[in-house]
């Protein structure tokens, strides 16, 4: 199902992104002569490849079969965090006599409106990703689906586009599961619950990723009641057990129901809703709930691209690229989810800028290995990470030693009354190299950066005692960890020598 098929067009707002992203009266242009690129698929990564080939005066032309902006504008990142947002006050409010702060009794949460307001934020960033700012900067903006038919050719709306070279960036779509009764009973995806109009009394979220996580926090704070049912023993399975652990507790304080060790065995519709079977660790239940949301990952978009009649390899990963982005066509190159592992809006526009060098210019071939990706969840607290968890140190024989501040010892987070969490940071055993890092807190998205940028500068943890941060911030818990790392070098003999100095000069 294509964004267009599920984006509701009676709403003010949706119709003032589309505007935009896909204007109405849009007619393609008439291809005059080859293109140094063409781009098939207008999120992240088209975008960025897009705005940066035409800055250096490529003749470039950009295929969507849908919104320019992809999945982050319209399904994605935008509207989860608007909604995010508003979560984030109805828990201030609900949190406001902590602080001293009388809140009358009643108060409640208008569903209309948050969703209301999503849709604003969305139109409001429409802008940005539009067709007009894409055409003024030169390149061809075509609306349609792409398909390669032969060498060097890719047909869109009845037209042929010539290319010298071309990019796949046509992204990820929702994974869906073969549960017994679930396509029968209807289920909504992150493609389709920022449509809803009417806010569900209780919720079904199948699946404790990142996405189900957020939505799970988010949809309970604003009133609804929230299960949250996956197959691992504890949420965000993949990330560091211990801010796993600190989000879980969040949730449960939010009142989330949480069902672990689950299989979901069957969906069917009952009287009163739509009903959950599972297997918990070999005892049955169930769950009755007025919806159900599948959040269960993504699945790279690569059907009916014609890639077969170009000699594109792919399977059900996705596209195969080496590590410049290149496919099994020399010719063709493919970046963003759709053929990377990392599957983040920020990796997809670096990954797009990559095929640009790589596809454009004659300088050394950049290499998609070099980068150093931080992501963030953006639950209540926060989790960003960066570089190698423990367990792929291990895997690739690296000795690390770790270095971890909880947030309690942070004045900032003691200000705010918000100290769950901790920084944790892994080095090369012995020395100060940064490897990875952990941060769980209110702002950890935000901190993430400076330790990403210690990393691609191989900036040395005990430096980063000397980078002075304001006083009182979250961020001084990086300056706290270095600190930390600073003790371990301070030696015996060291601090023996340094003992007999001071005694020596109080004579």
Request: hydrophobic share 40%.
């Amino acid at each position: 199902m294509s964004d267009i098929e599920i984006l509701p067009v009676d709403d003010p707002f949706n119709i003032e992104m589309i505007s935009h992203v896909r204007p109405p009266e849009w007619k393609n242009p008439t291809p005059d002569g080859k293109y140094n690129l063409v781009i098939i698929g207008a999120g992240s990564a088209g975008l960025v490849a897009t705005s940066g080939a035409s800055q250096i005066g490529a003749k470039v032309a950009i295929i969507e079969k849908s919104f320019l902006g992809g999945d982050c504008l319209v399904t994605g990142c935008v509207p989860s965090k608007a909604i995010i947002g508003s979560a984030h006050v109805a828990a201030a409010v609900r949190d406001a006599a902590e602080y001293g702060v009388v809140v009358p009794d009643g108060v409640t949460t208008d569903f209309s409106q948050v969703m209301r307001r999503l849709r604003g934020v969305r139109a409001s960033i429409g802008p940005h990703d539009s067709a007009k700012r894409f055409a003024d900067m030169g390149a061809d903006v075509y609306f349609g689906t792409g398909k390669f038919i032969g060498p060097n050719k890719i047909e869109v709306a009845g037209q042929v586009l010539e290319f010298d070279k071309a990019l796949i960036a046509t992204g990820s779509s929702a994974r869906h599961l073969p549960i017994p009764g679930l396509a029968d009973t209807g289920y909504i995806t992150n493609e389709s619950v920022f449509n809803l109009q009417t806010q569900p009394k209780s919720l079904a979220v199948i699946g404790a990723g990142p996405i189900g996580s957020e939505l799970s926090q988010s949809f309970q704070r604003l009133g609804t009641q929230v299960t949250l049912i996956d197959l691992s023993d504890h949420i965000l399975a993949r990330e560091d057990a211990d801010a796993a652990a600190l989000v879980q507790k969040s949730l449960l304080k939010d009142g989330v129901q949480l069902v672990l060790g689950a299989k979901t065995e069957s969906v069917e519709a009952v009287d009163g809703g739509k009903r959950i079977n599972y297997d918990q660790n070999g005892q049955k239940g169930y769950v009755v709930v007025d919806e159900i949301l599948l959040a269960v990952g993504r699945q790279p978009n690569v059907n009916g691209l014609g890639l077969e009649n170009v000699g594109v390899e792919f399977d059900k990963r996705g596209v195969k690229v080496d590590d410049n982005l290149r496919t099994t066509n020399p010719d063709i190159f493919a970046a963003g989810d759709v053929a990377v592992p990392y599957q983040f809006t920020h990796v997809a526009g670096h990954s797009g800028a990559i095929v640009v060098q790589n596809a454009l210019l004659p300088l050394p071939k950049r290499k998609f290995s070099s980068l150093i990706i931080p992501w963030a969840t953006f639950t209540d607290p926060e989790v960003a990470h960066v570089g190698m968890y423990p367990r792929d140190a291990a895997e690739k024989g690296v000795e690390i030693d770790t270095y971890q501040v909880d947030m309690d010892h942070v004045d900032r987070a003691l200000t705010e009354g918000d100290t769950s969490g901790f920084i944790k940071v892994h080095t090369k055993k012995g020395t100060g190299t940064i490897v990875g890092a952990t941060i769980v807190g209110a702002t950890a998205g935000e901190m993430i950066s400076e330790i990403t940028m210690a990393m691609k500068h191989k900036i040395n943890l005990g430096s980063l005692s000397s980078v002075i941060h304001p006083y009182p911030t979250q961020a001084e818990a990086i300056n706290k960890v270095a600190n930390e790392y600073n003790k371990t070098r301070l030696g015996s003999r060291v601090k023996g020598i340094l003992s007999w100095w001071m005694a020596r000069s109080r004579r």
